[in-house]
């Protein structure tokens, strides 16, 4: 998807969920009226960068904790998202 059509896409979100990843960098460009929820897997849950990328926007941010059931070749993880939030 081409990089304006990203950033289309987020600005008019309200709401940006995604695991842990480069992905939700995206978060910079979402309007201040928005969320960011991150599921995060345990190998990266003290890794706070969304949650301050979202603070320094003045975005909301919630994350909850995501099972690893699976790692792929090239470090891709599939994850279970619980309800347990952090």
């Excluded at 896409?9 to 910079?28: F, M, N, Q, W």
């Excluded at 960068?49 to 792929?72: D, E, S």
């Amino acid at each position: 998807m081409p990089f304006g059509e990203q950033l289309r896409i987020a600005r008019e979100s309200d709401v940006l969920c995604g695991v842990h990843g480069a992905a939700l960098t995206h978060v910079l460009f979402l309007r201040q009226d928005s969320e960011l929820v991150e599921f995060t897997p345990p190998e990266a849950r003290r890794n706070d960068l969304f949650k301050k990328l979202a603070g320094f926007r003045g975005i909301r941010f919630t994350r909850y904790l995501a099972q690893t059931v699976h790692v792929l070749p090239k470090r891709k993880t599939v994850v279970r998202v619980t309800d347990t939030r952090l």
